[in-house]
């Protein structure tokens, strides 16, 4: 059975681990700001939502990943969902996000009521995409 949990200490060792995209300490405050969420099947942490305030008002969707052997089988979007659900429960109106371009990502969020909004070319990386719902 599949749950929805925020983050603790505990799973820090595991966070680190697969995410390369922020180092330790920060990764470390994010637990601590209760911004990110756990996807656990049977007890075992197999994913996690990662999200941080663009301009300190709108919650950014920073990082959503699933264990690769676990992708497809609907985690991503119960991750989603909750996180949708508990910034509704906070009071936020609008939530946002972003994905190169290339992506399948991209069809993931248009899938679920996110809108294109712009986009840029961050340093030599491909076109990024910037959603909102």
Same mark, same amino acid.
Request: net charge negative; hydrophobic share 35%.
């Given at each position: 059975?599949?749950s929805i949990?925020?983050? *603790?200490q505990?799973?820090?060792?595991?966070?680190?681990e697969y995410?390369k995209?922020?180092?330790? =300490?920060t990764?470390?405050d994010s637990i601590?700001n209760?911004?990110?969420?756990i996807c656990?099947?049977?007890?075992?942490?197999i994913g996690w939502?990662r999200y941080n305030l663009?301009?300190d008002?709108?919650?950014?969707?920073?990082?959503?990943y699933v264990?690769?052997?676990y992708?497809?089988q &609907?985690f991503?979007?119960?991750l989603?969902?909750h996180?949708?659900k508990?910034?509704?429960?906070? &009071?936020?109106?609008?939530i946002? =996000?972003s994905?190169?371009v290339h992506e399948?990502?991209?069809?993931?969020?248009?899938?679920? &009521?996110?809108? *294109?909004v712009g986009?840029?070319?961050p340093?030599?990386?491909?076109?990024? *995409?910037?959603?909102?719902?």
């Amino acid at each position: 059975m599949s749950s929805i949990r925020l983050a *603790v200490q505990k799973d820090l060792d595991f966070l680190s681990e697969y995410d390369k995209h922020i180092d330790y =300490t920060t990764l470390k405050d994010s637990i601590e700001n209760k911004r990110i969420y756990i996807c656990e099947l049977d007890n075992k942490s197999i994913g996690w939502l990662r999200y941080n305030l663009f301009w300190d008002n709108t919650p950014f969707l920073n990082m959503l990943y699933v264990l690769e052997e676990y992708r497809k089988q &609907g985690f991503g979007a119960l991750l989603l969902e909750h996180w949708e659900k508990q910034m509704k429960i906070q &009071g936020y109106k609008t939530i946002m =996000t972003s994905t190169l371009v290339h992506e399948d990502a991209i069809h993931f969020y248009l899938k679920y &009521g996110y809108q *294109v909004v712009g986009g840029f070319h961050p340093s030599e990386d491909e076109y990024e *995409v910037i959603l909102k719902k």
